[in-house]
T-cell receptor, first 113, second 113 residues
Framework: DTGVSQDPRHKITKRGQNVTFRCDPI?????LYWYRQTLGQGPEFLTY????????KSRLLSDRFSAERPKGSFSTLEIQRTEQGDSAMYLC???????????FGPGTRLTVT | LAKTTQPISMDSYEGQEVNITCSHN???????ITWYQQFPSQGPRFIIQ?????VTNEVASLFIPADRKSSTLSLPRVSLSDTAVYYC??????????????WGLGTSLAVNP
């Protein structure tokens, strides 16, 4: 297993466009997390899944954000009608249920112009 | 409001032991403490996790006093490659049975030759 992967690594989009990011977790991990991180800040929790069920969404996750994890494997995070304030690194992490240790992907850096 | 507090930055020299302390005064009984390392343009990487007393692995030690209101990450004999940002995370389940993830703002460690 090569760890958590994310695609794309970088995305530049114009304000108002929709973007979708993909995360492939470590195969035996049933928990998957999405975070957002801006420069000089720690990761901000957005949402997490246990298998295919989305168990929690942060208040940071506005209606323009949606995440899915069909079949409990990979996950997608979509941002609709992007705004400049959405520019950030979007991190995905996975873990085994009951274990606090999260394994992070390399992140997708989004720039909204 | 629960939060974790850690120094913004630290300087050290190669071969020295570095201790980074995180304050988490409102830690709950079932919360765990985890430390992560992050290099620029990469996702955080797990270093060590603990609940109480002392935990040691091949890269670091974690000291947690009896009241658990702080924790200290100890990096023995640092090298230039240990220059990174180190995050303290307090995790558990909150009163609403939701996942609690309280990240610090990170400590930027600079190791000098």
């Amino acid at each position: 297993d090569t760890g958590v992967s994310q695609d794309p690594r970088h995305k530049i989009t114009k304000r108002g466009q929709n973007v979708t990011f993909r995360c492939d977790p470590i195969s035996e991990h049933n928990r998957l997390y999405w975070y957002r991180q801006t420069l000089g800040q720690g990761p901000e929790f957005l949402t997490y899944f246990q298998n295919e069920a989305q168990l929690e969404k942060s208040r940071l996750l506005s209606d323009r954000f949606s995440a899915e994890r069909p079949k409990g494997s990979f996950s997608t995070l979509e941002i609709q009608r992007t705004e400049q304030g959405d520019s950030a690194m979007y991190l995905c992490a996975s873990s085994l249920e009951g274990r606090g240790e999260q394994y992070f992907g390399p992140g997708t850096r989004l720039t909204v112009t | 409001l629960a939060k974790t507090t850690q120094p913004i930055s630290m300087d050290s020299y190669e071969g020295q032991e570095v201790n980074i302390t995180c304050s988490h005064n409102n830690i709950a009984t079932n919360d765990y403490i985890t430390w992560y390392q992050q290099f620029p343009s990469q996702g955080p990487r797990f270093i060590i996790q603990g609940y109480k007393t002392k935990v040691t692995n091949e890269v670091a030690s974690l000291f947690i006093p009896a009241d658990r209101k702080s924790s200290t990450l100890s990096l023995p004999r640092v090298s230039l490659s240990d220059t990174a940002v180190y995050y303290c995370l307090v995790s558990g389940i909150n009163a609403g049975n939701n996942r609690k993830l309280i990240w610090g703002l990170g400590t930027s460690l600079a190791v000098n030759p």
